[in-house]
């Protein structure tokens, strides 16, 4: 390459190949690396086996101008790399507390066992990872170097990076995103992170033809923090975004029960800048891969240090109640729901994803299970992954919305899917048994349903 830093990616999953393949696109020279030889082989034959909108053209795109290349061999891997991003999973761990960090200790002693002398490398940890991994990480890479012997001096550094990508417009959040946040405090690292950075901060690259820049968008600000801070960023982001929708979904049952609509509520409070109308949609809560761990994880923390987070815990406990009220008003509707046909709309936690990690649909659908209904489900790209991942779960599937309908007692919002809200409810109200409505995510227009003829529930509205 030209002028492009050298980066590589230890770990090609969703976030791991997000990076890699953005990297690429903006002239950097990027290597992808993955234990896994199947994902490796796929992905250079420009196959991306996850659902992430463009990511397969971008990475198409780089493989195509030899900006981007992957591999499993680990020296290869790191032998040019200025700049080495952590992207491994960081996943829950068995025992339900805290998180798995397996992933993350192996890669870092690997990273330690295969690196050279040389120039500086900057290490990059972008998996989320408890608060103060970045040491961890370095002893980590310390042990592994220790093993090559008296390999000779080895110049690196470990600095924080979090990311805020959300699944279905990662590669937007990547290229567009609020801000970037660089946790470290060696002054090389940060002068590294930032140059890679620049076309980003400041803008400076022809947008893909596929994602135009977002008007309005200006320079990105940079945040240079210490390593812990950038950790604890990332947390609190996430921990704060899921709290406020927690807290707009404990007005929406008050709006329940006062009869006020927490749709103008959200509008009316949201349009105070101090608060903003973004992440204020009530219904049945929040899944996903993140916040769930996220907030658990933040809890735990404060744990260790015998401080107990009130409002974290509040939050998390609204939201595991929050999926059941469907279920309630379901009860109010029908009354008893046993041997009646329930039709769930939508599995994945949230649109544009057959991410089901969290995902509210299995909780619902479980309990609807156990008080004796007959549960159908439809989701328009995550039915194949429920069938494979969650095998066991009481119900079958439907070929569309109308299959779903045809004899249903009552369908059931819980993703908001286009797909759903842009269908022909008319004759979604002729092919139901009784057209009964229960909307998760008050996506519908209730007075248009009300006007078909529904019964129409939703969330505070
Ligand atoms: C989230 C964060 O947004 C992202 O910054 C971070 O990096 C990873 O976690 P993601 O999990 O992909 O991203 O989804 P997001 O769009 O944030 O939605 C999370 C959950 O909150 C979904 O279940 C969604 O349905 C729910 N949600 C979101 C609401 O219930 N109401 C809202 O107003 C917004």
């Not at 976030?15 to 002239?27: C, K």
């Not at 599995?347 to 619902?364: C, E, H, M, Y």
């Not at 991942?389 to 908001?416: F, H, K, M, Q, R």
Request: proline letters at 5%.
């Amino acid at each position: 390459g030209d002028d492009g830093v050298k980066v590589t990616v230890i770990g090609t999953g969703w976030v791991g190949l997000t990076t890699a393949a953005v990297f690429a696109f903006l002239g950097n020279d990027v290597i992808g690396y993955d234990v896994n030889e199947k994902l490796i082989e796929e992905l250079r034959a420009g196959r991306v086996p996850f659902f992430e909108p463009h990511l397969e053209e971008l990475t198409r795109e780089g493989l195509a101008n030899r900006r981007l290349s992957f591999t499993t061999d680990i020296g290869a891997a790191l032998s040019t790399a200025e700049i080495i991003f952590l992207a491994v999973g960081t996943p829950p761990a068995p025992d339900g507390r805290g998180v798995e960090m397996s992933f993350v200790s192996r890669a870092a002693t690997v990273i330690g066992e295969n690196l050279r002398p040389g120039k500086l490398r900057v290490v990059v940890n972008k998996s989320t990872v408890p608060v103060g991994s970045n040491g961890w990480v370095d002893s980590f890479i310390r042990q592994g170097l220790a093993q090559q012997g008296d390999a000779g001096p080895v110049d690196f550094v470990v600095a924080s990076n979090p990311e805020f990508l959300r699944e279905g417009s990662a590669i937007a959040d990547t290229l567009y995103p609020d801000r970037v946040v660089i946790g470290a405090t060696d002054a090389r690292a940060i002068e590294a992170l930032t140059r890679l950075y620049h076309p980003i901060l400041t803008q400076d690259f022809t947008p893909p033809s596929f994602l135009p820049r977002p008007a309005g968008r200006g320079k990105v600000p940079l945040v240079v923090v210490d390593p812990v801070t950038a950790e604890l960023i990332k947390y609190a982001a996430n921990a704060f975004l899921a709290t406020k929708i927690s807290f707009i979904n404990e007005i929406a049952n008050l709006c329940d029960f006062v009869g006020a609509n927490v749709k103008d509520v959200a509008r009316g409070i949201g349009l105070d800048h101090r608060i903003g109308e973004a992440f204020l949609n009530a219904g049945i809560g929040w899944g996903g891969s993140c916040f769930p761990k996220d907030v658990i994880a933040l809890i735990r923390e404060a744990e260790a240090y015998g401080y107990e987070a009130k409002l974290l815990k509040a939050a998390y406990e609204v939201n595991a109640a929050q999926r059941f009220v469907v279920i309630r008003k379901l009860q109010e509707v029908l009354k008893t729901v046993r041997g009646k046909t329930i039709g769930i709309l939508g599995l994945a936690f949230k649109p544009n994803t057959d991410d089901l990690r969290g995902a509210p649909a299995l909780d619902i659908i479980r309990k609807l299970g156990e008080l004796g209904a007959i549960v159908r489900a439809y989701d328009p790209v995550a039915m194949h992954r429920c069938r494979a991942e969650v095998p066991d779960l009481p119900a079958s599937y439907a070929n569309d919305i109308y299959n779903l309908a045809t004899g249903a007692d009552a369908l059931v919002l819980v993703t908001e899917w286009e797909e759903f809200t842009q269908a022909n409810w008319a004759d979604i109200a002729r092919l139901m048994r009784t057209p009964v409505v229960i909307d998760g995510r008050n996506a519908l227009n209730k007075k248009y349903l009300e006007g078909l003829g529904f019964v129409y529930r939703g969330v505070g509205v």
